[in-house]
């Protein structure tokens, strides 16, 4: 997975602190990461139709569902792509000793290993909602750590 997917999933559980749109600018301030970075893992999400953007001196970014009904499989495929982690490429049908086409008619053990990662990475994804997170992060750092991030967010200047 790619690194915007960790910078989107902080994203959206920082965006259930707030009621208004929180501007990208913010956001990247908060994690101190690079806001062209950020912005595109911000359209991914706008994309994906998890988060909502406003133009404008009030604009910013909300999500466009409750926290509960976005899972982290949604953010990944968000930014990452619905695709499959690992893709093969039927090495075993390269070089000197290239296997016949009419041996590879099934996946290799390689293969079916990684498909059976695949499945059992996006079970657990699919599993974990934002608000789970939020209640995660919460129960990790404290009750008050989700307050202090929207008064942080709300406050002019940071």
Known sequence: MSGGVEWALHCCVVLTTSSTPVPAARL???HDVSASYLAKQ???LSRAG???STQGKSGGYTLTRDPGAVSMLDVVEAVDGPGPAFSCTEIR????????PSVCATPC???RAMAAAEDARRQVLAAVTIA???RQ???DHGPRVMNGIRDWLTATGG
């Open 93 to 100: 049908q390269r070089g000197p000793l290239a296997a016949p």
């Open 132 to 134: 789970d997170l939020t």
């Open 50 to 52: 998890l988060i909502h």
């Open 42 to 44: 911000l359209q991914a």
């Open 137 to 139: 992060v919460g129960a």
């Open 28 to 30: 990247a301030e908060l």
């Open 109 to 111: 053990a390689i293969a």
